[in-house]
């Protein structure tokens, strides 16, 4: 196989990365595929156009390959569909990267005191449940492989308790809990479980819940004193996600420039 990096431990490994139609999912796929690694895309049917593009065009590049699978992380049967496809496709899953969840989706922020139960239930369903389902499905190809790294976005407000969206908070503290019962469930089958947890990144999905002001003022607030991109997150993933990380897990790393210590 031919990449850009060929001394790339992601070679030949093959990576699942999930909300990857679009946003900062679309950069860790081309991030993974320039690297050597084989990757499978998922995303909702809504945003499966996008995500088809972007494997086409990822793949086209000359590194790894590429595919997309409409899936719903909230489906079980979808998760079937998914596994199969990378074990027919590329001979199973080295690494998964929980990256869909309900964010730019909660269009507007909101007082605590004015969600409904029925958005909480859905933020919750999709960045929880369905975080620990992606988990569920890919476990047994995993331990086939004989292990495996499991990297899932997280996000700095559920330490900072960022007010407009309790019911997103809450689901991000919840994967950082279900990431520390992950690992000590799996590292028996040296299956590594993690988290990224980045600060306000200066994307679509932000732009749409935040004003500038309020971008800014993050900024600001940082011991590196700037926006934060996708780019600035693909290092932490992609390590998460790699052989060399093999001995961190149940950890959640904030990746904010210096926002918020913890
Ligand atoms: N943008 C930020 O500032 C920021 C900060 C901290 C954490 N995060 C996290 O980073 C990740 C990516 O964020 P983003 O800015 O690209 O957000 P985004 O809303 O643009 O992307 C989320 C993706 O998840 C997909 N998705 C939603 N529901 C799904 C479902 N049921 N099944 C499968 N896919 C589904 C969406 O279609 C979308 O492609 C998210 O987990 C988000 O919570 C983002």
Known sequence: MST??????????????????GGIGGDYVAAFAAAGANVVATDVAGAAD????????????????????????T?????????????????GIDA???????????????????????????????????????????????????GGR???????????GAPGF????????????????????LGADAITVNGVAPGLVSDAASRTLNTGDYIAAAAKGRALGR?????DLVGAVMWLASPSSGFVTGQTVVVDGGGVFT
């Open 4 to 21: 850009n990096e060929p001394s790339s431990e992601h070679a030949g490994r093959t990576v699942l990365v999930t909300g990857a139609g």
């Open 50 to 73: 996008a995500g088809t593009a972007l494997a086409d065009k990822v793949s086209s590049a000359g590194a790894g390959k590429v595919v997309f699978v409409t899936a719903d992380v």
């Open 75 to 91: 489906s079980d049967a979808d998760w079937e569909t998914v596994v199969a496809t990378a074990g027919a496709e590329f001979g």
């Open 96 to 146: 998964l990267v929980n990256n869909a969840a309900i964010y730019q989706g909660l269009r507007t922020k909101s007082p605590l005191t004015e969600l409904t139960n029925e958005s909480w239930d859905r933020v919750l369903t999709v960045n929880v449940r369905g975080t620990w389902q992606a988990i569920k499905a890919v476990t047994p190809a995993m331990r086939a492989r004989g």
């Open 150 to 160: 499991i990297v899932s976005i997280s996000s700095t407000v559920a330490r900072m």
């Open 166 to 185: 309790a019911h997103y908070v809450a689901s991000k503290a919840a994967v950082d809990g279900l990431t520390r019962a992950a690992a000590r469930e």
């Open 227 to 231: 926006e934060m991109t996708p780019d």
